[in-house]
Structure formats: C-alpha cells, structure tokens
C-alpha cells in the first residue's frame, strides 16, 4: 500500500498559475477608449459594424497614454489597448442587440 502526500500548497499555486493574467494598464486603456469614443463622437459600432477605422485610431491614442506611463515597446501597448478597445466595441455591439 503506498501513500501519497498532497501539497495544499502546491495545488493551490497551481490553480493560482494557471488562471489567466490581466495585462498591465488593461483597465486604464479601456476607460482612455471609452473616453476617447465621448469627445471624438466615432463610435466603433454603428449600424450594425465595427468601426475599425475608429477602433484603430481609439487604440492608437490609448497606447502613446500607455506608453508613457507603463514603459514598454509599442507593440506592447498597442497589443493591450487593441485588446481594450475591440472589448469595448463588442460591448457597444451587445448593447446595441439590447
């Protein structure tokens, strides 16, 4: 008969490693393209499409505010603030069906 010892410890770190992680800045960018979509007036969805020249530009400034207060490359900030930015669209298009 063998025994087997369980580690808390370690099961619970690996349940911890394997969720997945928030990019730094996420929830900043997101709240820059929401504020961006108010003063400009270009929504990124609008009768029934994505806007992607909007998304593109929302994403853009979003990523030099990014850039300068997180560091980093460019294609780093532009990765989280185009993750942020077709989140909110899809937000603005579920809302929309509602």
């Known amino acids: 008969m063998s ?6 410890t370690r099961i619970d ?9 928030i990019p730094a800045g996420l929830l900043s960018a997101t709240a ?5 979509v108010r003063t400009t007036r270009r929504p990124l969805y609008a009768a029934g ?6 998304i593109m530009s929302a994403a853009a400034s979003a990523a030099h505010a990014h850039q300068e207060r997180f560091g980093g490359t460019w294609a780093e900030a532009m990765s989280v603030c185009l993750t942020a930015a077709w989140r909110s ?3 603005a298009r579920h809302m929309a069906a509602h």
């Open 3 to 8: 025994h087997r010892t369980v580690s808390w």
């Open 13 to 21: 770190r690996a349940g911890r490693d394997s969720r997945p992680q």
């Open 32 to 36: 820059r393209i929401d504020m961006t």
């Open 49 to 54: 499409k994505f806007n992607r020249a909007a």
């Open 89 to 91: 669209a899809k937000l």
